[in-house]
């Protein structure tokens, strides 16, 4: 498992062994991923959370349009593969979570599980900033010539 949020690892592991998903992204609208478990093989993770995301983010215009409730989850049945998506929000705004499951389970066991993920993140999240950090010209620039000798080794 790879997590760049420490507190997710635990839910996310819980969800996988329960559901049999054999790989379960959590990811920000747009794209980055926050938390990967499971096989990757030759899939590009990139392109994979842009193109989830991206899902989201179209399916939930569709319904504005329409208006209709905006979907929460979005599923596509295989023969051999499914996948699901479904978005929550965070004290660290709205994330997604993308999965991929065989025969060997169910999209209805997958939803609920995925509820029961949402619900162990939640509690786990630690709390938003209270304010966030103005960002300053100055200190862009700062940080940006820093990043940029660092990179360039000057």
């Known amino acids: 498992m790879r997590a760049i949020e420490p507190w997710v690892v635990t839910p996310l592991r819980s969800f996988v062994e329960e559901s049999s998903a054999r790989l379960a992204l959590l990811m920000t609208t747009s794209g980055q991923v926050v938390a990967q478990h499971g096989f990757t093989g030759a899939l590009d993770l990139m392109a994979a959370a842009a193109l989830g995301t991206g899902i989201i983010a179209s399916s939930g215009e569709l319904a504005l349009l329409m208006d209709w409730t905006p979907f929460r989850t979005v599923a596509h049945q295989g023969q051999r593969q499914s996948h699901f998506l479904g ?14 499951f065989g025969g060997e389970t169910k999209l209805g066991l997958v939803q609920v599980y995925f509820d029961q993920l949402v619900v162990e993140l939640l509690a786990a999240a630690p709390p938003a900033p209270v304010q966030k950090q103005e960002v300053l010209a100055a200190d862009f620039e700062r940080e940006l010539n820093a990043s940029l000798r660092a990179l360039f080794g000057r």
């Open 87 to 100: 978005w929550f929000d965070t004290p660290h705004g709205r994330w997604v979570a993308l999965v991929v």
